[in-house]
């Protein structure tokens, strides 16, 4: 730009003195209008009142309330922390604007937590709701922490919770910003989800969506809390609808990877529970990606906690619903690592792998299980598994299955000695379990005809004669059926064919026959009669 000339300047000049002008005037004239404004009385009494709001006197009654309730705290809160007196103060303490005396009945609710061990009475459940809602957040702390420790100690009754209408103020501090507010609201949640109407209550008040949130949480207790409270609503059909719109699926399958073995259990477990109902499992199991059946099979390294290796083993048995998903698994390599499991020192862990290689065995082309470790570890866990037990039915019922096979039983003969001889012995003798009892006996049949079997079992002629006694007066057919296809099978063998002789176990097969053909007749007679 080229130089201005004397006549523009002094123009500029004139300019700029014009607005200096100008701006001191309108300065002076807002701020005399300021003044005007400020010296009227209605501005005064509402600043009062505007004061008043944000920094509450503490009216007469309050504070003479404040001093009985101290005195209260001083000498006789021992005696009696439920009183009627102590509860009207806790009323007009709760519900006063002064946030210092509301301080002061969170405080003493907080210390009654954390003392008592009785009853909360219903009527101390109403102060709560003015301090919930409280814009003080060290009472809105010590209020949600107090109802965390009463119900965490079966001080109150959960339902009641609800109906006195505490769910709505709970639900809103999942909103708070502060980790700790976040944090016990959480434990509220989840405590209160135990009960079924709750858990209804909750998916009504829309109480899935900011918990979802929370389970990103940063903060380790706050995730975990609200990662539990999702696991106590997933046991509601009707809420795991709402959690799969919500987009639950994929956060509590990612949550698979956290590093805190906590948060993997609960998300595991919630998992497992989605996946028993088979109608989520197009959400859980993508067909382009199958992140989820590759982390749980991930998770059941004996490198990781033993409940989270557990329930994954759950998980996976619940999704383990056809062929081609089992097919999976076993491409994924799982039967090595539930080899581990079989091993393993927790029950929980062992019943769990058995039962997941239980739904394997069911289907032929699973047969890589020969190949692995696992039938070695099924009958090592037989040895080890209580009759009392329900894997005992499971482990017996696979090992049965599995004997079907041809190849599967040359491999199971291999692992065969006296102790697991012995063990098929005693299971097939015990009738009052009669599931392992026959199971124990259909492992016997099939593997009779080996040459190192028929070795082994000629130590043990009595108790087979025994069992078989009782399979063939058994009321189930079942019994009957294989106890007289074992009869046979063994009868081929001279030492078998004679002591069968000398036991009369013939007669008894006799009786058994008569008592066939009577029942064959009858039945002939029954269906003769309803055809005319």
Same mark, same amino acid.
Request: charged share 20%.
């Given at each position: 730009m080229g130089q201005l000339c004397g006549r523009c300047m002094q123009l500029l000049r004139d300019f700029t003195g014009f607005v200096q002008r100008m701006s001191s005037d309108l300065v002076q004239g807002i701020k005399e209008c300021l003044t005007l404004i400020s010296k009227c009385s209605c501005l005064k009494q509402n600043s009062s009142k505007n004061r008043q709001l944000y920094k509450p006197i503490l009216q007469p009654h309050e504070r003479v309330t404040a001093q009985e309730f101290l005195q209260h705290i001083e000498t006789d809160f021992e005696m009696s922390p439920l009183?009627? $007196? #102590?509860?009207?103060?806790?009323?007009?303490?709760?519900?006063?604007?002064?946030?210092?005396?509301?301080?002061?009945?969170?405080?003493?609710?907080?210390?009654?937590?954390?003392?008592?061990?009785? #009853?909360?009475?219903?009527?101390?459940?109403?102060?709560?709701?003015?301090?919930?809602?409280?814009? $003080?957040?060290?009472?809105?702390?010590? *209020?949600?922490? /107090?109802?965390?420790?009463?119900?965490?100690? @079966?001080?109150? $009754?959960? %339902?009641?919770?609800?109906?006195? @209408?505490?769910? %709505?103020?709970?639900?809103?501090?999942? %909103?708070? %910003?502060?980790?700790?507010?976040?944090?016990?609201?959480?434990?509220?949640?989840?405590?209160?989800?135990? /009960?079924?109407?709750?858990?209804?209550?909750?998916?009504a008040a829309r109480g899935v969506t900011p918990l979802l949130s929370l389970a990103n949480s940063y903060d380790p207790r706050v995730q975990q809390n609200a990662v539990g409270a999702i696991l106590n609503l997933t046991q509601s059909e009707k809420i795991q609808q709402v959690l799969c719109k919500e987009g639950a699926l994929p956060v509590l399958a990612f949550l698979l990877e956290s590093p805190d073995s906590e948060v993997q259990y609960y998300s595991c477990a919630a998992l497992s529970n989605m996946a028993a109902n088979v109608q989520h499992h197009k959400a859980l199991l993508r067909p382009s990606d199958r992140f989820l059946l590759r982390k749980l099979i991930c998770l059941l390294s004996s490198s990781v906690d033993k409940q989270v290796s557990s329930q994954a083993c759950v998980c996976l048995r619940n999704l383990a619903t056809s062929v081609d998903i089992q097919a999976e698994m076993v491409a994924e390599n799982v039967l090595p690592k539930l080899c581990s499991l079989l091993a393993s020192g927790s029950e929980d862990v062992r019943r769990a792998s058995?039962?997941?290689?239980?739904?394997? *065995?069911?289907?032929?082309?699973?047969?890589?299980?020969?190949?692995?470790?696992?039938?070695?570890?099924?009958?090592?866990?037989?040895?080890?598994?209580?009759?009392?037990?329900?894997?005992?039915?499971?482990?017996?019922?696979?090992?049965?299955?599995?004997?079907?096979?041809?190849?599967?039983?040359?491999?199971?003969?291999?692992?065969?000695?006296?102790?697991?001889?012995?063990?098929?012995?005693?299971?097939? @003798?015990?009738?009052?379990? #009669?599931?392992?009892?026959?199971?124990?006996? *259909?492992?016997?049949?099939?593997?009779?005809s080996h040459e190192k079997m028929m070795l082994l079992w000629k130590h043990h002629i009595g108790e087979i004669q025994a069992?078989?006694?009782?399979?063939?007066?058994?009321?189930?057919?079942?019994?009957?059926?294989? @106890?007289?296809?074992?009869?046979?099978?063994?009868?081929?063998? #001279?030492?078998?064919?004679?002591?069968?002789?000398? *036991?009369?176990?013939?007669?008894?097969l006799e009786q058994v026959r008569q008592q066939t053909e009577e029942t064959q007749e009858l039945l002939r007679a029954a269906m003769c009669h309803e055809d005319s």
């Open positions: 009183g009627k $007196d #102590p509860l009207e103060a806790l009323r007009t303490l709760s519900f006063s604007e002064n946030l210092g005396l509301q301080q002061s009945a969170a405080l003493y609710y907080l210390h009654m937590s954390q003392h008592m061990n009785i #009853p909360l009475p219903v009527e101390h459940l109403e102060p709560f709701y003015a301090l919930l809602r409280s814009a $003080d957040l060290e009472v809105q702390q010590m *209020s949600s922490l /107090s109802l965390v420790n009463f119900l965490l100690e @079966g001080n109150i $009754d959960k %339902e009641l919770i609800v109906q006195m @209408g505490l769910l %709505e103020p709970i639900l809103d501090l999942l %909103e708070s %910003e502060d980790p700790t507010v976040q944090c016990n609201s959480c434990a509220c949640i989840m405590t209160l989800a135990v /009960s079924e109407s709750n858990r209804e209550a909750i998916g058995i039962a997941l290689l239980w739904i394997l *065995s069911q289907h032929p082309p699973n047969q890589r299980i020969t190949e692995s470790c696992c039938v070695e570890g099924l009958l090592q866990t037989m040895l080890l598994t209580d009759t009392q037990e329900d894997s005992l039915r499971y482990v017996t019922s696979c090992l049965a299955e599995l004997a079907k096979q041809e190849g599967t039983m040359l491999h199971m003969v291999q692992w065969m000695d006296e102790p697991l001889t012995k063990c098929l012995m005693r299971l097939a @003798g015990q009738l009052e379990h #009669p599931e392992p009892s026959f199971h124990a006996a *259909s492992i016997i049949q099939h593997m009779i069992y078989l006694k009782n399979f063939l007066t058994h009321q189930e057919v079942r019994f009957q059926q294989l @106890g007289i296809s074992t009869f046979c099978r063994l009868r081929a063998d #001279p030492d078998f064919s004679l002591a069968f002789r000398k *036991s009369q176990m013939a007669k008894l």
